[in-house]
């Protein structure tokens, strides 16, 4: 694995600079555990029947930050990126996917992430999750996306660990 770069949150900024920092470590982390590695090496399946891999999360993530950002504050009916009817779990099918088809939409639904919180006035910011048929707010929203890569992270270090051995945060 690379060296570790990423940037930690601030041991005492405010609610929102932490959320956007915590996040950022989040995703930099899932980067981090997928670096140095062939295609094939993120397409290693966990364990049958389980199909999860590496690039697999990727995908899924890619899911994850289109539904909870741009689905939710911007086109509630943006197409998912790899199904119509909008199922995680076709994300993590990634059987015949390549590390730059992954990462390229992973990194661009990031950037729109970041654009629309980084345009909101507040983390009081009003969407609708039409998953849930809810309204929500951008604090719900950082947090539960927050949440999201958190779990999977952990499933990442057991994935890049069974790879190559490579373990640490």
Known sequence: MTTDDRTGPPLLGGERETLRALLDYHRATLAMKCAGLTDEQLRERSMPPSTLTLLGLVRHMAEVERAWFRRTFEDHGIPMV????????????????????????????????????????????????????????????????????????????????????????
């Open 82 to 169: 790899w199904s119509e009817e909008i199922d995680f779990q076709a994300a993590y099918d990634a059987s015949a996917s390549t590390r730059a088809e992954a990462f390229a939409a992973w990194e661009a639904e990031v950037e729109h992430s970041r654009r629309i919180e980084r345009a909101a006035d507040s983390l009081d910011l009003v969407g609708h999750q039409p998953r849930w048929g809810e309204d929500v707010s951008l604090r719900l929203v950082l947090n539960h996306v927050l949440l999201d890569y958190a779990r999977h992270n952990g499933h990442a270090d057991f994935l890049r660990e069974a790879i190559d051995g490579t373990t640490g945060a």
